[in-house]
């Protein structure tokens, strides 16, 4: 499934532009194999590897949110790991579950949202 984790134009356009294919994305990769993470997730509560599976994917999408806005990112280290991290938190598997069932919200409800939340986090640095 690597076509699933690609990003079209990584890094490229305008913030709204960024945004927007980054949140696509997203959404692309979770309506398509969220019932698979969440298979893993619950298998990395009793296997090791399979935790340290998660976590390798979990820190390769972190790098892709590095990658898709840098030179948007603030140049302080600290901070922008910061902007990092609760972007990959935003955009997780597990905030897609929470949109989606807990929320009940469409997978185009789920998309407006991040979109408006990026925004708005990115605005800020």
């Known amino acids: 499934f690597p076509e699933l984790f690609a ?6 356009g305008s913030l709204d532009e960024r945004v927007e294919r980054f ?3 997203r959404v692309r990769l979770h309506e398509t ?5 969440l298979h893993m ?9 399979a935790s340290d599976f998660l976590d390798g994917i979990r820190h390769a999408l972190a790098d892709q949110v590095r990658q898709h806005f840098a030179g948007l990112l603030d140049d302080d280290p600290e901070r922008r790991e910061d902007v990092v991290a609760a972007i990959a938190a935003l955009t997780s598997v597990e905030s897609w579950q929470r949109f989606r069932h807990s ?10 949202a991040w979109r ?10």
């Not at 990003?7 to 490229?12: L, V």
């Not at 194999?33 to 993470?37: D, E, R, S």
């Open 41 to 49: 997730q619950a298998q990395a509560a009793r296997d090791a590897d």
């Open 103 to 112: 929320h009940r919200r469409s997978p185009d409800q789920t998309r407006r």
């Open 23 to 25: 949140v696509d994305a």
């Open 116 to 125: 408006k939340a990026l925004a708005g986090i990115l605005a800020q640095t």
């Open 7 to 12: 990003i079209p134009d990584i890094g490229t």
């Open 33 to 37: 194999l969220h019932p698979m993470a």
